[in-house]
């Protein structure tokens, strides 16, 4: 059965500071892997989708996700936080070759300082 | 395009009432859907998947008696928890996606359920 971790469940940064958001996978054949973003009270925003090809993926608000399989990892990055990125985040990986019936990580809270 | 949009956003009943919650696919047609529970601080766990004109598909240790999928058209899927409980109270989400295979997962902006 498929995994996702999420390592840190809560990232504190500066606005203006870069982030990585850290996501780590287990699965037996090649992943469908997602970001998604939750406001309080709020349903999921897609961030980030990977399903083949580069691994280096850009996605929307300026952020982009980095796939390793070696690492079975798929990192979610951006260069400058805004006060506005402020949120939980979920990475999550799709049941085999579909993007559906997707497992979710335990989500990591970004809170941004300014 | 691709709006999922869920009905209400919060919902308090008394114990032992049912509560039916809506999700409605917007802009495009959804043969399937999926309901996720999320309790406070937690992650979405995959309720059921919602298939147009059959039987939904419960995943292990959801009562599919308690929590009725109804997915009678390709644009809307309902959730009724049946005599709902305190134990009940959490935040439900809906998702759906494009026909297309390798279309990602789009959410509705959930239902905050309490019951009293």
């Known amino acids: 059965a498929q995994s996702v971790t999420q390592p840190d469940i809560h990232i504190t940064v500066s606005e203006g500071a870069s982030l990585e958001l850290r996501c780590n996978y287990s699965?037996?054949?090649?992943?469908?892997l997602f970001w998604y973003v939750q406001s309080p009270g709020q349903g999921l925003q897609l961030l980030q989708k990977?399903?083949?090809?580069?691994?280096l993926v850009q996605g929307i608000k300026g952020f982009e996700a980095e796939f390793k399989r070696s690492q079975s990892s798929f990192n979610l990055r951006k260069p400058s936080v805004h006060w506005s990125d402020a949120a939980e985040y979920f990475c999550?990986?799709?049941?085999?070759?579909?993007?559906?019936?997707?497992?979710f990580g335990t989500g990591t809270r970004l809170q941004v300082t300014l | 395009g691709a709006v999922v949009s869920q009905h209400p956003s919060w919902v308090i009943c008394k114990s032992g009432t049912s509560v039916k919650i809506e999700c409605r696919s917007l802009?495009?047609?959804?043969?399937?859907m999926f309901w996720y529970r999320q309790f406070p601080k937690q992650s979405l766990m995959l309720m059921a998947t919602?298939?147009?004109?059959?039987?939904?598909?419960?995943e292990q240790g959801v009562e599919k008696d308690k929590f009725l999928i109804n997915h009678a058209s390709l644009t809307l899927s309902t959730l009724t928890v049946t005599s709902a409980h305190p134990e009940d109270s959490s935040f439900y989400i809906c998702?759906?996606?494009?026909?297309?295979?390798?279309?990602?997962?789009?959410f509705g902006n959930g239902t905050r359920l309490t019951v009293t």
């Open positions: 998702s759906a996606r494009l026909s297309s295979y390798n279309s990602p997962l789009h």
């Open positions: 699965y037996g054949a090649t992943p469908y």
């Open positions: 990977y399903f083949s090809g580069d691994t």
């Open positions: 999550a990986v799709g049941e085999t070759g579909t993007a559906s019936k997707l497992t």
């Open positions: 802009d495009f047609q959804a043969t399937t």
């Open positions: 919602s298939n147009e004109g059959s039987k939904a598909t419960y």
